[in-house]
């Protein structure tokens, strides 16, 4: 029955899948900064709000992950409500191209990029960012950029602080390895493979997340459901 389905994440993610099969419009997409052709899903809000929505909720999955994992339980109550919803695959995964996962660092340029794309398409029209665990991380990382007007919120659901803390938190956790050898090597094999530093040069990580003079709602869930990233990581942004 319908309450079975809820309550079962696996019948949960079935349900929502045959919904996005049938109320999503055709995949569209950008072209990254770096060159990579990404893609992204509009769900339209119901009824008289079709057309005009009144709002999007842009939904950025988490680590190797895809919307219809990490955003079941919501989906269709925002539609419902006259609100459109706007799924982006991140890079490297999905109908996204791409090689590396960044953990946010080259992955808040799309984020930014998709912002600009929803601005010219809907012109007017209040965005909320919505991310989970990494898609978490990375609204907040895009925080710092050149948001466009549109952007109104931000919503984090079991983000990290950066893309080193949670390597390290990783490393202790799951192997009970200290960061020194194995991090630091991996960093700058990171850097050969994928062109980018794990720990921005010149720039603390706490302060990714004050750059900017924007003064955005921040709405910060430390849930306890996802594996990795729980409340101590996020007890450190301020």
């Keep these: 029955d319908f309450l079975g389905i809820v309550l079962n994440p696996a019948g949960l993610r079935i349900m929502l899948g045959e919904f996005l099969l049938t109320h999503a419009e055709p995949p569209v997409y950008i072209?990254?900064?770096d060159g990579l052709k990404l893609q992204g899903h509009y769900i339209p809000a119901e009824g008289e709000y079709k057309d005009n929505p009144k709002g999007i909720y842009?939904?950025?999955h988490g680590y190797r992950s895809h919307p219809l994992c990490d955003f079941p339980g919501c989906?269709?109550?925002?539609?419902?409500d006259g609100y459109g919803l706007f799924q982006i695959d991140n890079r490297a995964l999905g109908g996204s191209e791409g090689t590396y996962i960044t953990f946010g660092i080259l992955e808040r340029y799309d984020t930014v990029d998709w912002c600009r794309y929803l601005e010219k398409r809907f012109p007017g029209v209040p965005v909320l960012l919505d991310g989970v665990s990494m898609g978490g991380a990375t609204v907040m990382l895009a925080a710092g950029e050149d948001l466009p007007d549109n952007i109104r919120g931000i919503i984090a659901?079991?983000?990290y602080t950066s893309p080193a803390a949670i390597c390290k938190k990783?490393?202790?956790q799951w192997f009970r390895l200290p960061p020194f050898p194995i991090y630091y090597a991996a960093v700058l094999w990171i850097r050969?493979?994928?062109?980018?530093?794990?720990?921005l040069p010149g720039k603390s990580d706490r302060n990714r997340y004050r750059t900017g003079d924007a003064t955005l709602a921040l709405a910060v869930w430390p849930g306890t459901c996802s594996v990795i990233s729980r409340?101590?990581?996020?007890?450190?942004?301020g």
């Design 58 to 60: 842009l939904q950025v």
């Design 157 to 159: 659901d079991c983000g």
């Design 231 to 237: 409340r101590p990581l996020f007890g450190q942004i």
């Design 170 to 172: 990783v490393l202790k």
């Design 31 to 33: 072209t990254s900064r």
């Design 192 to 199: 050969i493979l994928a062109g980018v530093w794990f720990t």
């Design 75 to 80: 989906v269709m109550d925002m539609h419902n």
